[in-house]
């Protein structure tokens, strides 16, 4: 396999998927049509007790040390049992490695070490070792990370992030190529450069999925979703989304829209201030 620091198609494809996830956030997901219908958030540790499926959860701390809210919209919930029941009969365990996220989460989730480093990684890759600009920076991370919330799924609590483990080994992957938050030319769903398995598992896990009311998030392949925005342009509906961007209190378990999901978490002086550090951490 060619190194992926030379190899003018794997960057050339890197550069134009991202520009194609830029479109459709701005284009295509930013002024779509949200009608809220307030549906609050379950537990999915909960519901996956309730219906007798074995699913794993990451215990890995979340932003800043958060604990992850493993939580998605009450009427997802039915769709959510079905895949890890399937998944169950197929000899797979359904990972779920996030969940719903609040504001600070995903404010702060693309500025930590670990994911701003890897995005400031494929970045530099794909600019052939030049520095990029904070402004191509958050270009990127609006892609890969979110950076405004009408475009934050997962703050809509209508998706989640999954790997898929072996039944018979739940410590063992199933292969998809790269493990959860890679950031390269496998990163893309329909990434040319993983394996034929690979490529079958993805399509399988897709298929999979949607037959439980789960779409595919094209740019990510361990990103699902239903009822948000990113459904109803994929799926071409035509109807508004049910989910939008929420902040949501977990002492009544209620929902409320998030005010301004237009505006981005982070601003330009922000992600400068990152990238500086960044490339410090680099030397």
């Known amino acids: 396999m060619a190194d992926p620091d030379t190899d ?44 007798h499926v074995t699913v794993q959860f990451s215990e890995r701390p979340h932003v800043n040390a958060l604990p992850r809210p493993y939580y998605l919209r009450d009427g997802q919930i039915p769709g959510f049992i079905g895949a890890a029941a399937e998944m169950n009969e197929r000899g797979w365990i359904l990972r779920v490695e996030d969940g719903y996220r609040t504001s600070e989460m995903q404010k702060y989730l693309g500025r930590t070490p670990q994911v701003f480093d890897a995005v400031l990684g494929s970045v530099m890759w794909e600019l052939g070792g030049e520095r990029p600009t904070a402004e191509f920076m958050f270009r990127r991370c609006s892609a890969l990370v979110a950076s405004v919330p009408k475009f934050g799924t997962h703050m809509s609590g209508s998706a989640i992030d999954i790997s898929v483990m072996h039944l018979e080994d739940p410590t063992r992957e199933v292969d998809r190529g790269a493990p959860y938050l890679e950031m390269s030319a496998l990163t893309p769903m329909g990434s040319p450069f993983v394996s034929d398995a690979a490529r079958r598992n993805r399509r399988d896990i897709t298929a999979l999925m949607r037959r439980h009311g789960f779409v595919d998030y094209p740019w990510e392949f361990w990103h699902y979703s239903s009822g948000d925005a990113y459904e109803q342009e994929l799926l071409k509906t035509g109807q508004p989304a049910i989910y939008g961007a929420v902040q949501w209190d977990p002492a009544t378990n209620q929902v409320a829209p998030l005010p301004q999901p237009e505006q981005p978490l982070n601003s330009f002086d922000e992600i400068r201030a990152e990238l500086v550090a960044a490339l410090a951490r680099r030397r």
């Open 8 to 51: 003018v198609t794997r960057r050339a494809y890197w550069t134009e998927q991202f520009e194609a996830a830029y479109r459709f956030m701005f284009e295509a997901i930013l002024p779509y049509p949200v009608v809220e219908c307030g549906e609050s958030l379950v537990s999915l540790r909960e519901a996956a007790e309730v219906g």
